[in-house]
């Protein structure tokens, strides 16, 4: 599988050491954070699973099948990786109250287990959710003094805030597709893929502005017309408050942005504006997508800090626990510390394939 994000720079070089990712399924774990409470009552029924081996949309078609109803009925706040063990909530609409047996599902799936249910008088929707707590393991490490140097950078300054290989699709075909269709000006009825190849399109764009900041040593460096988040306002980096506008930066009370592209005109100005500009006319099928389906424009922080970073050694291995907000990628971390390779997966039943959903970042 080629590397779709080899071109893009890093932000403390590229690392040395090697390593394995996902040798086994429990060496990536996940647990959802919805960030709210059920009402106790209401026409959804809510359950929260845990899966290994499988993927978010085939456990909620099988979960349908098994309380009688459409697809359509189940939803998810967001999709988590297949290659991993994963806890996360899934709403089931059962307006009359009742709680289906789901003793022959789960007999019939011993990779699924069911871990409590309740009751909610709204479904799930994708993004209600805060984040998602990670556990990962990473094996076979070629250079262990590297890493953990590498591990101390992380923890003091981020990483940048890249979207991971799983948004763009395997081998990148979601992208290579988004370009068709923005180059051949494609109209679908299918929301699916629609959805997938804006988002790839908008995601690509902002990972070349990110790279393009780092290469001129801007990720944590305001220039004049920046974009900057503070609190949950934006604000404009007028050329006159620069230097006022770095020194919160370093104090950690504004966020650096950048583009997620839209139709609409870029909202930089001055050098912001002549750094992000040049990289949304270098993709003009992309754009030509993101602005034949009217996207609107949005900001996203270029530097990804993980919360409650910690860290233990075992030989070879090394664990990591820290949670991430929704729309994060844990993969942006393990970049900067290490190349990564994962084992080659091969399924049987095709229909459960679907299999590279980012669990990182809904």
């Not at 996940?30 to 009402?39: K, M």
């Not at 929301?191 to 001129?216: C, D, G, H, P």
Request: hydrophobic share 35%.
């Amino acid at each position: 599988m080629s590397d779709l994000l080899s071109s893009l720079a890093y932000l403390n070089g590229q690392p040395v050491a090697t390593g394995v990712l996902k040798a086994q399924p429990e060496h990536f774990q996940v647990r959802e954070n919805l960030g709210f409470s059920f009402s106790g009552t209401g026409e959804h029924l809510m359950v929260r699973i845990r899966k290994t081996g499988e993927n978010t949309s085939f456990v909620a078609n099988e979960l349908a099948k098994a309380c009688g109803v459409k697809s359509k009925d189940v939803s998810w706040a967001g999709l988590k990786d297949r290659h991993a063990v994963t806890e996360q909530w899934l709403s089931v609409h059962l307006p009359k109250g009742e709680t289906p047996d789901f003793s022959a599902f789960l007999a019939a799936y011993p990779s699924i287990e069911i871990l409590a249910t309740d009751r909610h008088h709204k479904k799930l929707r994708p993004g209600d959710l805060i984040g998602n707590d990670f556990r990962l393991t990473l094996t076979q490490i070629s250079d262990m003094p590297s890493v953990l140097s590498r591990l101390e950078k992380v923890q003091a300054k981020g990483v940048p805030n890249y979207f991971g290989s799983q948004r763009f699709g395997h081998d990148g075909n979601n992208l290579t597709e988004a370009r068709r269709w923005g180059r051949d000006n494609v109209r679908t009825r299918n929301q699916n893929k629609r959805s997938l190849y804006l988002s790839a399109a908008r995601s690509w764009v902002f990972n070349t502005i990110v790279s393009a900041r780092i290469e001129q040593a801007l990720l944590n460096t305001c220039i004049a017309g920046d974009i900057v988040y503070q609190g949950n306002e934006t604000r404009l980096v007028t050329p006159e408050e620069c230097e006022a506008f770095n020194a919160q930066l370093q104090r950690g009370e504004v966020a650096l942005t950048a583009a997620l592209a839209g139709d609409n005109a870029l909202p930089t100005q001055h050098e912001a504006l002549a750094l992000e500009q040049p990289l949304l006319d270098n993709e003009p099928d992309l754009m030509a997508l993101i602005r034949g389906n009217r996207m609107r424009h949005d900001r996203r922080e270029v530097l990804l800090k993980p919360e409650n970073l910690t860290w233990s050694v075992d030989g070879d291995s090394l664990t990591l626990d820290f949670s991430l907000d929704a729309g994060s990628f844990a993969t942006a971390i393990l970049r900067e510390l290490l190349i990564a390779t994962e084992k080659e997966r091969h399924y049987a039943n095709d229909s459960k394939a679907n299999d590279s959903q980012d669990n990182d970042s809904q």
